[in-house]
């Protein structure tokens, strides 16, 4: 069965970097989209950032230019750099996945794309 595992997050300094990491597991095809959706205590859900199989970014405007997703395939594994974060990033962010058709290329940070999440990791900027 898919297993989202997240690490990483905590407290940091507005300013400061902290990094996400995702390590996924279970899909059947490589073909898979992996991204990191955030929910902060008065808000919905937001989308941060996916990444396809081939290696296609997308971001959400709030975090363009300050947060870069990667992956490692070999080891199935997503990475989230996050930089000059601020006050308005603290959230739970969660990592997704999920395959196409149910994950449209054109438009992959809805969050109802997805049927598979992790557990959350807390960040806190202040």
């Known amino acids: 069965h898919v297993q989202l595992v997240e690490s990483g997050g905590g407290s940091v300094q507005a300013g400061g970097s902290l990094r996400l990491s995702c390590a996924a597991s279970?899909?059947?095809?490589?073909?898979?989209?992996v991204g990191w959706f955030r929910r902060a205590s008065t808000k919905g859900s937001e989308g941060v950032a996916s990444i396809d199989s081939n290696n296609k970014t997308t971001y959400g405007d709030s975090v363009k230019g300050r947060f870069t997703i990667s992956q490692d395939k070999a080891k199935n594994q997503v990475s989230l750099q996050m930089t000059n974060l601020n006050v308005e990033d603290t959230a739970t962010y969660f990592c997704v996945a999920d395959l196409p058709p149910r994950v449209c290329s054109s438009d992959p940070l809805v969050h109802r794309q997805y049927n598979y999440w992790g557990q959350g990791t807390q960040v806190t900027v202040s």
């Open positions: 279970g899909f059947t095809s490589s073909r898979k989209f």
